[in-house]
């Protein structure tokens, strides 16, 4: 078991460009979260898998940002069309059932220029 | 809409002596509660939780206190260690029956910082 881990660590990226995330949970955990973290904010919910399920998505989420987690393994993240305003740290979670084993990533911290 | 507020941005203690970190809340559906900690670069890490049917939990130097009439919650670290200098988040969870999945609404957190 080595956590949660996140890919790239950094990234920059110019405006307009699309970027994709990666998260791998830990092995056993059935429940994805994505969230994301602004200077001087705390993290806030962007979507939840079950598995390959996409079962809730925040209204933060517009419609250039997209999730996946096929085979209810792996999730990726992409940002379509950057925009500075997408500069922040997104965050991965995994847990096993409900708030138990609740485990963060390290995060992948975006930059748009 | 702020659900879950820490209004210190930061704290300042002593080696040795008593931090209390503050959270306030407004949603009267949250029922359990989570404090995690954060050094730069690296993801939240777990630190202590409590459901809405208790009003403490300890764990070692860490005790949370949930008085749920006020709909405040509180974590005390005695005592305070250099160490445990980092931003302390305060999240809260709406899940009775499993109807919110785990989604958990933070604050905005309080740097605390213990000086030797």
């Known amino acids: 078991d080595t956590g949660v881990s996140q890919d790239p660590r950094h990234k920059i990226t110019k405006r307009g460009q699309n970027v994709t995330f990666r998260c791998d949970p830990i092995s056993e955990h059935n429940r994805l979260y994505w969230y994301r973290q602004t200077l001087g904010q705390g993290p806030e919910f962007l979507t939840y898998f079950q598995n390959e399920a996409q079962l809730e998505k925040s209204r933060l989420l517009s419609d250039r940002f997209s999730a996946e987690r096929p085979k209810g393994s792996f999730s990726t993240l992409e940002i379509q069309r950057t925009e500075q305003g997408d500069s922040a740290m997104y965050l991965c979670?995994?847990?096993?059932?409900?708030?138990?084993?609740?485990?963060f990533g390290s995060g992948t911290r975006l930059t748009v220029v | 809409d702020q659900q879950v507020k820490q209004n210190s941005p930061s704290l300042s203690v002593q080696e040795g002596r008593i931090s209390i970190l503050n959270c306030d809340y407004t949603n009267s559906m949250f029922d359990y509660f989570l404090w995690y900690k954060k050094y730069p670069a690296e993801g939240p890490t777990f630190l202590i939780s409590?459901?809405?049917?208790?009003d403490k939990n300890e764990d070692g130097r860490f005790t949370v206190f949930l008085n749920k009439s006020a709909k405040h919650l509180s974590l005390h670290i005695v005592p305070s260690q250099p160490g445990d200098s980092a931003v302390y988040f305060c999240?809260?969870?709406?899940?009775?029956?499993?109807?919110?999945?785990?989604?958990?609404?933070f604050g905005q957190g309080t740097i605390l910082t213990v000086h030797p």
């Open positions: 999240a809260a969870s709406a899940d009775a029956g499993g109807t919110s999945y785990g989604k958990l609404t």
């Open positions: 409590i459901s809405s049917i208790k």
């Open positions: 979670a995994s847990s096993l059932n409900h708030l138990y084993g609740y485990t």
